[in-house]
C-alpha cells in the first residue's frame, strides 16, 4: 500500500491521495511518541485539563471545516456531521473537568495503623485502531481520557477516512498537543498485527467489526496487552403491550437512521407485541418512508449513501436472503450507487441474516412476540449484547425488564447513545472494557496498590 485515497461515496471521486507510512519508519517512530509520552506522563493534571479545554475549543472554531470532511468522505449528512465534531469536544471539556478527580489516589479504610492507597498511572502508549463510521468521535473518547491519564496515543484509522485521520492530528497540533505524542498513521488493516505486537506499544483499543476484534483480540492477547473492543450489535428495541405507540415509532425510527443506519449501537430489531405489530409497524413505516434520501453535503438530506459500495452489497443481500427466507418487505428495499433506502422488513424471525446478523444500513426488521416473556427471550436470543431499548407506559415495569436484558446500556422510552458521563461498552460478541465515564479513563491505567508503613 504505497498510497492512500479517499473517495467521496456518493459521487464516486477520488477527494484526494496521499502517501502511506512508511513501516520501515516504525521504530523511529514510536522511540520518538514514546520519549514524548515519557514527559507527558510527568506533567500535573491542571496541565493536561488545560490542553484538552483547549483541544475543545479548536474543535468548536474547526467544526464546519471538519462536518464538510466528514460528509465528503463517509457520506454522513452535515447536521450530523457537525453535531459529531460538537460531541468530541464536549468529552474533552468534560475530561478536562472531572478528569483529576477520577485519577485522585484513593485512600482504604485501614485499622492497623498503614496507609493504603489505590494509584491511577499511565500504561504508555496506546494504539487506538478505530472505524469509519464516527470518523472524529470514535478517536476523542478514546484520546481525551487517555491524554488526561499521561498516556500517548497511535491511530490507525480506517483505510477510508484518512483525510479525518489527519485532521486529527492536525486538531492536536494546533492545539499545542506535544509533538509525537499523538500520531496518525496511514497504515492498511492488514498490517496492524506490526503495530500491535511492537514492544512500545503498551495497550489497543479497537471498535469495529466482532470478527476483526476477535483477530485483534487474539495478536494482542499473544504480547500479554491489555485491550477494550467495542464491536458489533443488533439491538433489541422491545415495544411491550402498553407502549405509547408514536412515542416508540418516533425514537425507533430516529436511532435506526442515525448515521445513515451505520451505528453500532442503533436500533436493529424491534420486537413488538402482537396487539400493537400492526399499529407500530404502520407508524415505523410512514416515518422511514418520509426521510429525503439524497446528496449528504445538502441541506435537507436525511439519509446520505452507505460508506463505501461493498457495504451496500452486503446490506441488500442480507435483505434479499432474509426475504427469500420468509420476511416481508414493507418499505424500501431500493438501491442506488452506494445509497440504500429506508427499509422496513415485516415477519422477520430467528434464522435470517435480519435477526441473526448485524445489519449496518438503514433496514429496520419487524419481530412479533406474544408475551413480556417471550420479547425478552427475542431481545436475548443474539450473539451480541450492546445495547438496548424497551417501550412501556410502566417506568418500573420498564427497569424491570431493561434489567433482563444481556446489554452493556439499556434505556427506558428513549433510544441508546453514548454520552461522556455514562460508561460505553458490550458484553457477548459486542466486546469487553468501557470507554467513557470514570470507567473509560481508567482502563488504560495500572491500578496500583501502595501499603505505606509508618
Known sequence: MSEVSSINPYTGKTIKTWPAFDLKLLDATLHSCDLAQQRWRQTSLSQRAALLHKLAQVLSERS??????????????????????????WVCEYYAEHGEQMLADQAVDSDDGNTRLVCFQPLGLVLAI???????????????????????????????VPGCALAIESVCQQAGVPDDLFRTLLVSGKQANVLIEHPLIKAVTFTGSTDAGRKIASVAGGQL?????????????????????????????????????QSCIAAKRFIV???????????????????????????????????????CDELAAQVEESIRLGAVLVTGGRREGSTYWPTVLGEVRPGMPAFDQELFGPVAALIRARNEQEAIELANASMFGLGAAVFTRDTERGHRVALALEAGACAVNDFVKSEP??????????????????????EFTNIKSLLLSP
Open 64 to 89: 464546519d471545516e471538519l462536518a464538510s470532511l466528514a460528509c465528503q468522505e463517509m457520506g454522513k449528512t452535515r447536521p450530523s456531521a457537525k453535531a459529531e465534531v460538537e460531541k468530541c469536544a
Open 130 to 160: 478505530m472505524p469509519w463510521n464516527f470518523p472524529f468521535w470514535q478517536v476523542f473518547r478514546f484520546l481525551a481520557p487517555a491524554l488526561m491519564a499521561g498516556n500517548g496515543a497511535i491511530l490507525k484509522h480506517a483505510s477510508n
Open 225 to 261: 496487552k491489555k485491550t477494550v473492543l467495542e464491536l458489533g450489535g443488533s439491538d433489541p428495541y422491545l415495544i411491550l403491550d402498553d407502549a405509547d405507540v408514536a412515542l416508540a415509532a418516533e425514537k425507533c425510527v430516529t436511532s435506526r437512521l442515525l448515521n445513515n443506519g
Open 273 to 311: 407485541h402482537d396487539s400493537l405489530y400492526g399499529e407500530f409497524a404502520a407508524a415505523m413505516t410512514a416515518a422511514m418512508a418520509k426521510k429525503v434520501v439524497g446528496d449528504p453535503m445538502l441541506e435537507g438530506t436525511d439519509i446520505g449513501p452507505q460508506a463505501r459500495p461493498d457495504l
Open 421 to 442: 458521563g455514562m460508561p460505553f461498552g458490550g458484553v457477548k460478541a459486542s466486546g469487553y472494557g468501557r470507554e467513557l465515564a470514570e470507567f473509560g479513563i481508567r
